[in-house]
Nanobody, 119 residues
Framework: QVQLVESGGGLVQAGDSLRLSCAAS????????MGWFRQAPGKEREFVAA????????YYADSVKGRFTISRGNLKNTVSVQMNNLKPEDTAVYYC????????????WGQGTQVTVSS
């Protein structure tokens, strides 16, 4: 059973940058796509970004396109998202996920990390 652990969340100001990372253990994920989702208070969880098994293909929600960049580590068991020019509406709990059905189908979730962007 795979375990996903996110790190890197925090409190930042609008316009700042933040990098979230996710480390997987318990199973090799080199053949799986991975992704990031987020859930703001009172809202449903939404897709943010996904990356395929090799790292060659990425996909982003329109709301973060051009500001967020998803990447995988060399061993493919880590995934990160670089978030630039953060906005207050980016405030949410961010979840790392194993993507079993490209790009929105998730088979495993991390526990989440809080990102708060102040105006």
């Amino acid at each position: 059973q795979v375990q996903l652990v996110e790190s890197g969340g925090g409190l930042v100001q609008a316009g700042d940058s933040l990098r979230l990372s996710c480390a997987a253990s318990g199973r090799t994920l080199s053949n799986y796509a991975m992704g990031w989702f987020r859930q703001a208070p009172g809202k449903e969880r939404e897709f943010v970004a996904a990356i395929n098994w090799s790292g060659a293909t990425t996909y982003y929600a329109d709301s973060v396109k051009g500001r967020f960049t998803i990447s995988r580590g060399n061993l493919k068991n880590t995934v990160s998202v670089q978030m630039n020019n953060l906005k207050p509406e980016d405030t949410a709990v961010y979840y790392c996920a194993v993507v079993s059905s490209w790009p929105y189908g998730v088979s495993s979730w991390g526990q989440g990390t809080q990102v708060t962007v102040s105006s």
